[in-house]
């Protein structure tokens, strides 16, 4: 299983940027997606999280001005970000945690895509 991330970038405070996250390979379903992110010198941390069924949480600081979805059809996970904020600047990675139709259900992440928010 493979995972493309993309929709990274430079973007002032205050606009809004939307990741995509894709994945490929031998894939019976895909139970949660999530997005990740991890800014210099810290550790990572769970941005969104969205199950199967479509629930979704989020980290409080982004509560408000992030939405996760995803297209199931496409094994694809967004992230729409809006109101951005320096503070926001990280690497940010995909996970989803896939059914492969043998063996245990496995997480994959994505390469990490860049987004830095200019103040």
């Known amino acids: 299983v493979q995972l493309q991330a993309s929709g990274g970038g430079l973007v002032q405070t205050g606009g809004p940027l939307r990741l995509s996250c894709a994945a490929s390979?031998?894939?019976?379903?895909?139970?949660?997606m999530k997005w990740y992110r991890q800014a210099p010198g810290k550790q990572r941390d769970l941005v969104a999280a969205i199950s199967n069924g479509g629930s979704t949480n989020y980290a409080d600081s982004v509560k408000g001005r992030f939405t996760i979805s995803r297209d199931n059809a496409k094994n694809t996970v967004y992230l729409q970000m809006n109101s951005l904020e320096p503070e926001d600047t990280a690497v940010y990675y995909c996970?989803?945690?896939?059914?492969?139709?043998?063996?245990?259900?496995?997480?994959?992440w994505g390469q990490g895509t860049l987004v830095t928010v200019s103040s």
């Open positions: 996970n989803v945690n896939v059914d492969r139709g043998r063996g245990p259900n496995r997480d994959y």
């Open positions: 390979g031998i894939i019976l379903s895909i139970n949660a």
